[in-house]
């Protein structure tokens, strides 16, 4: 009778061609099985798709981090809280008494009833919208200071914009909420576990924020036409409102002198609300689909 061998006793067939095949020459076919293997991780390395910039790129380059800060402020423009048919300026109306709504949205209903639930789509939007673009300004804050293709005079001016930009968004936030989360990082697992800060020590962030970006910008021309780009003004004004907000009288005087003296007055009127206005400090670059000089305009 046959014996039936154990299979579990059996060498592996890979293993046991290797110790048949002597000297390896022998085996062509083992080799090229080798040389395969060896060559799979070629079939694994993804090269970055030619339509996506990778942060390593992206902070390398003057031009590319130019179009990182235009496309956070043309988020600002669109969505949220800053512009728009969603913005502060219309919605806030319908809160108070400055406008009547006679639409059939719930959301806006319920703001204008003084009703407004949890679920408010329209403030969810914007608390979300708000930390998407801190999150834009903090991934430049980092990206240009460990940038090794920028002059000094370039990471400066871009850390300076992203600064007021991040300490301008928490401003809003917390005039509206209250208490709010200050966000200085976009590591994920530090952001998972912040919580709510007091209203003063946002507005502390805040100044302080503000603070380094006036010492970015000092005495660097930031070339924009409309003054559509954040400079050293634009921060001190914004400082000076925040030392309004904190009570420290003698530095908003101080900053907002200085503001007074730097810039003029229109003499006609009809030209101070216009792009070209010599009294604008900052403003939203206008929309080209909108010839009314901002989009706030269209409201």
Same mark, same amino acid.
């Given at each position: 009778?046959?014996?039936?061998?154990?299979?579990?006793?059996?060498?592996? %067939?890979?293993?046991?061609?290797?110790?048949?095949?002597?000297?390896?020459?022998?085996?062509?076919?083992?080799?090229?099985?080798?040389?395969?293997?060896?060559g799979?991780?070629?079939?694994?390395?993804?090269?970055?798709?030619?339509?996506?910039?990778?942060?390593?790129?992206?902070?390398?380059?003057?031009?590319?981090?130019?179009?990182?800060?235009a496309?956070?402020?043309?988020?600002?423009?669109?969505g949220g809280?800053?512009s728009?048919?969603y913005?502060?300026?219309?919605?806030?109306?319908?809160?108070?008494d400055?406008?009547?709504?006679?639409?059939?949205?719930?959301?806006?209903?319920?703001l204008?009833?003084?009703?407004v639930?949890?679920a408010?789509?329209? /403030?969810?939007?914007?608390?979300?919208?708000?930390y998407?673009?801190?999150?834009?300004a903090?991934?430049?804050?980092?990206?240009?200071?460990?940038?090794?293709?920028?002059?000094?005079?370039?990471?400066?001016?871009?850390?300076?914009?992203?600064?007021?930009?991040?300490?301008?968004?928490?401003?809003?936030?917390?005039?509206?909420?209250?208490?709010?989360?200050? /966000?200085?990082?976009?590591d994920?697992?530090?952001?998972?576990?912040?919580?709510?800060?007091p209203?003063s020590?946002?507005?502390?962030?805040?100044?302080?924020?503000?603070?380094?970006?006036?010492?970015?910008?000092?005495? /660097?021309?930031?070339?924009?036409?409309?003054?559509?780009?954040?400079d050293?003004?634009?921060?001190?004004?914004?400082?000076?409102?925040?030392?309004?907000?904190?009570e420290?009288?003698e530095? %908003?005087?101080?900053?907002?002198?200085?503001? /007074?003296?730097?810039?003029?007055?229109?003499?006609?009127?009809?030209?101070?609300?216009?792009?070209?206005s010599?009294?604008?400090?900052?403003?939203?670059?206008?929309? %080209?689909?909108?010839?009314?000089?901002?989009?706030?305009?269209?409201?």
């Amino acid at each position: 009778m046959k014996k039936v061998k154990n299979s579990t006793n059996r060498k592996p %067939a890979f293993l046991a061609l290797l110790l048949r095949c002597r000297p390896l020459r022998q085996c062509p076919i083992l080799l090229a099985m080798l040389l395969l293997l060896m060559g799979c991780s070629d079939f694994v390395e993804v090269e970055t798709p030619k339509n996506i910039l990778i942060s390593e790129t992206v902070f390398n380059d003057s031009a590319t981090v130019e179009s990182a800060l235009a496309n956070l402020y043309y988020d600002m423009r669109e969505g949220g809280m800053v512009s728009g048919t969603y913005g502060l300026t219309p919605v806030l109306g319908i809160y108070s008494d400055e406008l009547d709504y006679y639409g059939f949205n719930a959301d806006y209903a319920q703001l204008f009833q003084h009703s407004v639930l949890s679920a408010n789509t329209v /403030i969810l939007d914007w608390w979300k919208q708000a930390y998407h673009l801190i999150y834009g300004a903090n991934d430049i804050v980092k990206g240009v200071g460990t940038s090794d293709g920028l002059t000094p005079d370039e990471k400066k001016v871009f850390k300076g914009q992203a600064l007021f930009v991040r300490a301008y968004i928490h401003s809003l936030l917390v005039s509206l909420y209250g208490d709010v989360p200050y /966000i200085k990082t976009t590591d994920y697992r530090e952001n998972n576990t912040v919580s709510r800060m007091p209203r003063s020590e946002v507005y502390e962030n805040i100044i302080t924020d503000l603070k380094e970006s006036v010492v970015l910008l000092e005495g /660097i021309d930031v070339a924009s036409p409309a003054r559509a780009l954040p400079d050293a003004f634009v921060a001190k004004a914004f400082l000076a409102r925040m030392y309004l907000y904190v009570e420290n009288w003698e530095m %908003a005087a101080s900053l907002a002198t200085e503001l /007074i003296d730097a810039f003029q007055l229109e003499a006609n009127l009809d030209q101070v609300f216009l792009k070209g206005s010599q009294e604008t400090i900052w403003q939203l670059r206008a929309d %080209a689909d909108f010839p009314k000089n901002t989009r706030e305009a269209v409201q």
